[in-house]
């Protein structure tokens, strides 16, 4: 496996695409037509997947990938992660931050820690932490400076600031009241 600790994951593929062996691609870059700009990717063990083509389509980034000609082999790359070395991404302002980065992250509230970031998504309205808590189901939490205006990434955690109640347990329905 490579060293994840210098990669960083920029999309994943989520089904092929055609039948000229393209596939879709779920990016994590702000900028998915750009993609093929970093050169060849890596999956999680290492392999390298140079990219020959990005545009993007109604469902997002759609890729070429060398080698992968037909929908059977586009298929087989499903759920496949895309990396790239971290010293190839651009330098980020003061308040971005990478997903990955994010990831494992203590969660303190009020001075508590509840859980550690297990992580990021963005279902098209920003980003959203998913917090997992021991003994608790996992609950998700959005990452906008106001509910998170701590990020200490050396130090391994964020601080939030979540609205009153937030994380109560719903209460139980009252069965007469149907």
């Known amino acids: 496996m490579a060293d994840d ?5 920029l ?19 702000d900028a ?6 970093y050169g060849a990717f890596t999956d999680e063990k290492g392999n390298a997947l140079e990219v020959s083509g990005v545009r993007i389509g109604p469902k997002g980034p759609v890729m070429r990938i060398a080698g992968v000609g037909d929908r059977n082999a ?6 496949t992660k895309l990396y ?12 971005e931050f ?11 509230v009020q001075g508590e820690i509840i859980g550690t970031v297990s992580a990021v998504h963005n279902f098209g ?13 996992s609950v998700m939490l959005p990452f906008t400076r106001e509910i998170v205006p701590h990020v200490d990434i050396p130090g391994g955690v ?12 719903p209460k139980e329905e009252d069965e007469t009241h149907q």
């Open 32 to 37: 998915p037509e750009h993609m093929s700009d």
């Open 98 to 108: 990478y997903h990955d980065d994010l990831v494992g992250l203590a969660v303190e």
């Open 158 to 169: 964020l601080g939030a600031e979540p609205p009153p109640g937030y994380f109560d347990e």
């Open 74 to 79: 586009a298929e087989a790359l499903k759920g």
């Open 84 to 95: 790239v070395d971290r010293d190839q991404l651009p330098d980020l302002d003061e308040d």
């Open 11 to 29: 999309g994943v593929v989520i089904s092929a695409h055609g039948i000229k062996g393209e596939v879709n691609v779920r990016s994590y870059s």
């Open 5 to 9: 600790e210098h990669r960083v994951c």
């Open 125 to 137: 309205a920003g980003d959203i932490i998913e917090i997992a808590r021991t003994g608790q189901k």
